[in-house]
């Protein structure tokens, strides 16, 4: 396992490129008689491999591309190498998420080591494009498509790096939705020194700050923390010292939870600029819709793994960014999401522990090993 994920790290697969890991993916699954198939939407790979007749379908879903690595001479050890130092195994991707599918896939030889009567289907889909531009939505176009043909996946194991301190002693049943906008808050542009003949948009985007950062969207709930409402950017200024400009720009992004909605956010805004007789032109962009799972046939099975070989039961909750669990989550799946330590993700060094990562590999197993009880 150690092995095929240096091997994995070793293959420089920045977003949205895939360089190859799928091969060495589909060979170990084609042992293992998997059907594997490659989709391909506007040059990006997918991955979807499946095994099984009969039961209901358990995907895992992961990713093969990673983030830049930002400047090479700050990692310790270069990033694609897969250097190894005592238990920690350095490289861009180890723990998003090159990891979870070397775990899932040596899980996959020591289940079936077992010669199961299998009770259910089981498949693999992998894209490279999750870290890049959600828009290109790939798992989406790909889940769309499942749809038509009639298929659905009825359990999901997501591998992100969900874990904080000890491997699963996080596990996600929900993500909250993404919801961006971008503001133009106009004004009438003048010279500095005659203020009865401008109308300073600085001046209204301030009250607007104060409103925004004030309003409170909702309080979230057992699962999901309160909306939360950032500002990423704000621009304005012709360039002249003496001329008040003309308009504003601004750039924001709600994380918000099952408590809200687009609608009741969109509305609560835009009355916010009315009431403050602002005029404006805005942009609203959805890249993300929250879920939340439900049912307990696979959220079951994996906190009695966990507490079955980590001896700890792990917090449900819906934190983090978004995931292209929120594509599945419109087939009505059971989403869970479980995977290694986020404390290093996209950063300088990721890591992982080996240690922690046989304990995911452990965990995994007893999930397949649960499953094909529960559903039988
Ligand atoms: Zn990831």
Redesign the pocket.
Known sequence: MIKFLQDLIQIESLSPRDEGCFDIIEDRLNKLNFNCERINYLNVENLYATFGDKGKLFCFL??TDVVPTGPVEKWTYPPFSGHIEGDLLYGRGTA??KGSIAAFLESLDEFFATNPNLNFRIAILLTSN??GDAEDGFIDKIVDDMIERDERIDLCLVG??TSYEKIGDSVRIGRRGSLGGSLKILGKQGHIAYPENVNNPIFSASDVIVELKNTIWDNGNAIFQPTSFQISNIHSGTGAKNVVPGELDMFFNFRYSTESTQETLVNEFESILKKLNIEYEINWRLSGLPYLTTEDNLKDVVVKSIENIAGYTPDLNAKGGT?DGRFVAKMGTEIVELGPLNDT?HQIDEHIKISELWTLKNIYTDILKGLNSKLS
């Open positions: 992961g990713h998003d998420m999750e870290e992100e790096p995931s993700i």
